[in-house]
């Protein structure tokens, strides 16, 4: 009995932390709406960014695109035993071919991505440094690893410089890891800058585009690819759970490094593979993605336009992406604007501890290239009321 008092303890604490979380009953989304019970509201918390998950035209055509010859349902094994099929390999060279020639490498999602790679590549002698923003799959990654690790301030290359000044010599090797935009926040890292550091300090950087690919660059390959650096970047992960509308991720790298961690990144050693048939729309909505730049400028544009009028409002809107996050303070500030919004019909969901750092809950809005500024412009309003 004490273990589930301590359980229901913990559960009350997070309750009154305003930390609580639950599953919404989602009876269904269309286009740009989700209906969560009996209510219909304009989905601001998706992270479908172009649109392409709720589009039923783009579905049915690749249904019929596949007629009756579904790839199958399941991998049923580990690509490495019997779960490998002829997709895998294809949406590999499509994804190859995008990125000039480099390996290409599926994981199952994002999650699998982060948590395998920096363990079969860091160890002991080894020291990462990461952006203390990063997202929760990175950290996990990080503590899972025999590696050394410490956080730098976010987005701070100077004390990234500092703590790689004070690591020269003294490991095998250093790594640096960073989101390119930040999910919580929507502010973009300084490639360019992190690409001369790796590149003075002799360090292996690694870029997770998650909420990237689909949103920058001219075929939706990321941030890499909008500054023209992707071939400096040692490793890209990429996912697409997000704008790509699918589920799995991807990570692009040097042959060598791909042959390592097919040797070693225990999450894609040890799971039944991404489904053919999941393997099979990817490539479907990846091949649309790539076409779709006046979406992404148009989705650019209307973040601007959106943080422009937050911060008239007074508030503080920081990034530059289509990620618009909204600070509130207190937990409970942001769980008021959230059902205030929600009374207005707009779902957007708040953000707090331990997702984001200690009093920075926030409104994080995720604008998709389907809304158009009359979707959003009570944004603002409804908040202003609030404050
Ligand atoms: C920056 C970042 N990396 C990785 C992931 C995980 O990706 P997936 O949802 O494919 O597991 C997320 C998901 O929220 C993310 O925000």
Partial sequence: MEFHDRIQRELGAMQSADRYRTIPSVAGRLGRHITIGEERLLNLSSNDYLGLGDDPVLRSAWLEAAGADLPPMSSSSSRLLTGNHPLAEALEAELSALYGGRAAMLFNSGYHANTGILPALAGRHDLVLSDRLNHASIIDGLKISDANWKRYRHLDCDHLEEMLQEARGKRRQCFIVSESIFSMDGDLVDLKRLVELKKRYGAILILD????????????????????????????????GKAFASTGA??????????????????????????????????????????????????????????????????????????????????????????????????????????????????????????????????????????
């Avoid at 690919?213 to 996912?239: K, N, R, S, Y």
Wanted: hydrophobic letters at 45%; zero cysteines; a positive charge.
């Fill in 209 to 240: 585009e998650a909420h990237a690919v689909g949103t920058l660059g001219q075929e939706g390959l990321g941030l890499a690819e909008q500054e023209g650096l992707g071939g400096e970047v040692d490793i890209i992960v990429g996912t697409f």
């Fill in 250 to 387: 991807y990570a692009i790298m040097a042959p060598l490094l791909r042959e390592y961690l097919v040797n070693t990144a225990r999450p894609f050693i040890f799971t039944t593979a991404i489904p053919p048939v999941m393997l099979s729309w990817s490539l479907w909505t990846l091949r649309r993605q790539t076409g779709m730049q006046l979406e992404r400028e148009s989705l650019q544009a209307l973040a601007s336009k959106l943080r422009t009028s937050l911060q008239r409002q007074g508030f503080t809107v920081p990034g530059e992406s289509h990620i618009v996050p909204v600070y509130a303070g207190a937990n409970s500030r942001a769980v008021a604007m959230a059902e205030a919004l929600r009374k207005n019909g707009f779902l957007a969901l708040p953000v707090r501890p331990p997702t984001v750092p200690q009093n920075t809950a926030r409104i994080r809005i995720s604008l998709r290239a389907t809304l158009r500024w009359e979707d959003v412009e009570g944004v603002a309003r409804v908040l202003g009321e609030v404050a």
